[in-house]
Nanobody
Framework: QVQLVESGGGLVQAGDSLRLSCAVS????????MGWFRQAPGNDREFVAG????????YYANSVKGRFTVSRDNAKNTVYLQMTSLKPEDTAIYYC???????????????WGQGTQVTVSS
């Protein structure tokens, strides 16, 4: 059983930066995608960014490209999301996700973290 524990959320102002961390425990495959989703009030949960354990290939939603960077530290079993130039519309609960599968129609996720709140004030 994979367990994910997020940290690093908080309240920031527009234009600020924030880094989220996700500590991963349990069995993971080197080829699987780890990453982040977010859910704002009244919205569906949406994909933000993903990274593979082995070759660190990365994937981003168009809304965060150029502002967010996803990375992983295999030695620490930790996935990060560095967020810069934050906007009020980035306000959401951010969820760490493991064993992400990408499909033409969307994504599936096998494991979720508990979520961490990110609030960006204008």
């Amino acid at each position: 059983q994979v367990q994910l524990v997020e940290s690093g959320g908080g309240l920031v102002q527009a234009g600020d930066s924030l880094r989220l961390s996700c500590a991963v425990s349990g069995p993971t495959l080197s080829t699987e995608i780890m990453g982040w989703f977010r859910q704002a009030p009244g919205n569906d949960r949406e994909f933000v960014a993903g990274v593979t354990w082995d070759d660190a290939s990365t994937y981003y939603a168009n809304s965060v490209k150029g502002r967010f960077t996803v990375s992983r530290d295999n030695a620490k079993n930790t996935v990060y999301l560095q967020m810069t130039s934050l906007k009020p519309e980035d306000t959401a609960i951010y969820y760490c996700a493991a064993d992400i599968k990408r499909y033409r129609s969307g994504y599936s996720v096998k494991y979720w973290g508990q979520g961490t709140q990110v609030t960006v004030s204008s």
